[in-house]
């Protein structure tokens, strides 16, 4: 764990220049809008060990699949989350030397990245070889109000030199992906076109054919006013840039205004790319830098007026909500149906495709209770769309008659994980998605959905579940073998229990759904020739299934069972482990770990989770009691579910840590692991640990319910939510808990187990 960032409650800062740090603060000053994102590499351009990274929303590489061993059922390629052009590039040159931090001495660093606006402000004197001062100052967004724009203030003071200083301001599309499999490149050159102040570059992938045209346009002041230029002009392949020459005396102050615009074949005919970015541009130069600046601060106040978490009493986890709904925000706005939420977001690279089981188990809840129902249908309408793929996929793994297997990682709905113990045994994703479903129907009370889409996924789904397991002698029970559980330290086990379960109860629950809506003829008629679904001859397997599917459990006890044998392991605990050689999964073979008691992340307590209700307290406990300490959280996925059930069960030193761990992985670094991209779809976790865990929110027989506590050394917090469609404000302090309406409509909710009426715009204070 590194505490390396000034604390603060609504900025990440930098104070000085640290090259050991470079590739972690890339990550974390991160910019996105949701259609493009951008790591925070230097407009400078640095020699030192940097990731260049910019990415286009919906845009990806089928990377052949390059693995050892070929087996049947691997899918042809590794979808890469494609790095796009540069286009933050601007280099001051002195004396025929660019500016480079890895070669200048650098003094007065500073960078900031201000949640509340969207920004990041970067500043710094550099002193370069031949004795010139700088004074550097660049502040970059990307606009929340017009997507396919950004702009970047660059500003160089001369603090002792007199003579020219020339601007190299360029797009560079001649990049490469970290993770390519071949060392390949991506992308082909389709046109360019540079002229005195405008310059376009447009690209194609080798695959595919996605097309993006990258546009510039600069304009230049000198100690406040405009400054007139005319530019020599350099193209090479994949490659435009104006060159800039001004004059400066000692105190002389330049600003370089580059206006951006990125525009894919996406959302734009491929023959009309080049003319919507002119438009684009246009339109950022009429409003100019301040303007765009202010919408871009009110576009952003309007959403942290709804998803703000307040924490008073402790700035550390104040910063960490903060910022992790500030990344989650700059991901994924909801606006597009065909995106989703990549597991590195606009940040990095690592793990490719834009959609895990991350977003149906940890980001629904977050943009559901934020963002609002058609937010969260949207992300459901995604899985049902690729529900024809996710069948295919079951096909190529020997399944039939409409079974659907939902990807691993994907772009389209097809398979592209490459690595076996994921690819054919990671299968509970299909229960997540299952789940969706249901949390989706539970919390906004739209059944409508089951008839819209979501009845056929529960149906594809249940049909898989029926095919993976068979039935044993031995046992007297069905099985489900070879699977890996969410815990990736365990491959190829038997009856993983979270796997089971949540199998069992999606058959359970797919025919509670059938049942709901076979009383409408239409529908069903429909739905049947649809699906050629069997009735009752199909489902009978189903029910035997939910009634005799093994579940693994200690002898004499509440406690279940990771899979079949856990109890063989040497049942070490996490704190018996050597500090130095944690993360283990940095520093033990793959084999020690496969054969080691220690858990990524929840698995068991996975399902606890999810199933909460299903369970007494006695059973919660016990399972958490046993899993816990022989867990190391090297997975961002773990700390959240373990805040959750700490909170439940009273054990409030615990949740308070685990929700530290959740809100400030990245931050702080716990896993050594941030300068590959942050974790997107785990941020949502930390909302979830506050909300669900010291914020105590549960949904019963469709009333919102809170059982609230304050973490010690909290002063208070604050949080929003909308539940069927009505936004309420919830403030726990020592003394009280204010749950306030702020909008039409009464609300039925429990509070500390006792029914309530909230009415429209009035506020209900419950004694703590």
């Given amino acids: ?48 060990k940097t990731l260049l990274g910019n990415y286009v929303a919906g845009i990806y590489y089928p990377d052949k699949t390059r693995v050892g061993w070929w087996k049947n059922g691997y899918p042809e390629y590794f979808a890469k989350v494609l790095n796009a052009a540069n286009w933050i590039g601007i280099s001051p040159i002195v004396n025929d030397a660019p500016l480079d931090l890895a070669e200048a001495k650098v003094s007065d660093f500073r960078r900031e990245l201000n949640m509340k606006e969207g920004t990041l402000h970067r500043s710094f004197i550099a002193e370069m070889k031949d004795g010139t001062k700088l004074r550097v100052d660049a502040k970059r967004f990307l606009s929340m109000t017009d997507d396919e724009s950004a702009v970047i203030r660059y500003s160089v003071k001369s603090l002792n030199y007199t003579g020219d200083i020339k601007f190299r301001v360029s797009i560079d599309g001649d990049i490469i992906n970290q993770d390519s499999n071949y060392d390949e490149k991506f992308w082909d050159e389709v046109a360019k076109e540079v002229g005195n102040d405008e310059a376009y570059l447009t690209l194609k992938t080798k695959k595919l054919d996605f097309q993006v045209c990258t546009a510039q346009k600069v304009a230049v002041t000198k100690n406040g006013s405009k400054h007139a230029f005319d530019s020599d002009k350099t193209e090479r392949e994949k490659y435009v840039e104006h060159h800039l020459t001004v004059p400066m005396s000692q105190d002389d102050e330049v600003v370089i205004y580059k206006f951006v615009a990125n525009i894919s ?52 986890a104040q910063q960490g909500i903060r910022f992790n709904i500030f990344q989650l925000n700059q991901t994924y706005t909801g606006e597009d149906a065909r995106l989703n939420i990549g597991p590195k977001g606009f940040t990095g690279e690592k793990y490719g495709g834009s959609t895990y089981w991350d977003t149906e188990a940890y980001c629904l809840p977050f943009y559901m209770l934020t963002a609002g129902k058609e937010v969260a249908r949207n992300l459901l309408l995604y899985r049902y769309r690729h529900l024809p793929k996710a069948i295919e996929n079951a096909e190529k793994l020997g399944f039939k008659d409409g079974a659907a297997l939902y990807p691993m990682v994907t772009m389209n709905g097809e398979e592209c994980h490459n690595e076996w113990e994921i690819t054919f045994e990671e299968i509970h994703r299909n229960g997540a998605i299952a789940y969706a479903v249901y949390n989706y129907i539970n919390h906004t009370g739209d059944e409508a959905y089951l008839k819209e889409g979501g009845l056929e996924v529960l149906l594809g789904i249940s049909r898989f579940w029926s095919q993976r397991v068979h039935w044993s002698e031995e046992k007297k029970a069905f099985v489900m073998l070879g699977v890996t559980g969410p815990n990736e330290y365990e491959n190829n086990v038997n009856n993983n229990w979270y796997t089971n379960y949540i199998a069992k109860w999606t058959l359970r629950y797919t025919l509670e759904c059938l049942e709901k809506v076979k009383g409408d003829a239409s529908f069903w008629n429909a739905f049947t020739a649809k699906t050629r679904f069997g009735g009752a001859d199909e489902t009978k397997r189903w029910e035997a299934i939910v009634a005799d599917l093994h579940e693994p459990r200690m002898k004499d006890s509440k406690v279940y069972l990771q899979q079949d044998g856990f109890l063989d392991k040497d049942l070490r605990s996490a704190a018996d482990l050597d500090p130095a050689e944690r993360p283990i999964n940095q520093h033990w073979s793959w084999d020690r770990i496969l054969r080691s008691v220690f858990i990524k992340q929840a698995d068991v307590l996975q399902g606890m989770y999810f199933f909460e209700d299903h369970f007494d307290e006695e059973t919660l406990r016990d399972n958490f009691d046993f899993y816990e300490p022989k867990t190391v959280h090297e997975s961002s996925l773990s700390p959240c579910v373990h805040s959750v059930l700490a909170a439940k069960l009273g054990k409030d030193e615990k949740a308070l840590e685990m929700y530290l761990r959740t809100a400030r992985l990245d931050l702080d670094d716990y896993n050594n692991e941030a300068d590959e991209g942050l974790h997107i779809t785990s941020m949502a976790g930390s909302w979830i640990a506050l909300v669900e865990g010291f914020g105590g929110k549960r949904v019963v027989d469709g009333v919102l319910s809170l059982d609230p506590m304050l973490p010690k050394g909290w002063e208070s917090y604050r949080f929003n939510m909308v539940y069927r469609g009505v936004v309420i404000s919830v403030e726990v302090t020592r003394d009280e808990v204010k749950t306030a309406s702020r909008s039409e409509g009464e609300l039925e909710l429990i509070i500390y187990g006792k029914p309530y009426t909230l009415g429209a715009m009035k506020t209900i204070s419950v004694s703590r």
């Fill in 1 to 48: 764990m590194k505490q390396y960032y000034t604390t603060d409650a609504w900025s990440i800062i930098e104070e000085g220049f640290n090259p050991d740090m470079a590739l972690s603060s890339e990550s974390i000053f991160s910019l996105g809008n949701g259609r493009m994102g951008q790591r925070a590499n230097f407009e400078e351009g640095y020699s030192g």
């Fill in 265 to 316: 074949s996406e959302n734009h005919p491929k023959d009309g790319l080049m003319k919507r970015a002119a438009e684009v541009l246009q339109h950022s130069v009429s409003k100019g830098f301040e303007t765009m600046l202010e919408e871009q601060r009110k576009a952003w106040a309007k959403r942290w007026e709804m998803n703000d978490i307040e924490i008073k009493g402790d700035v550390a």
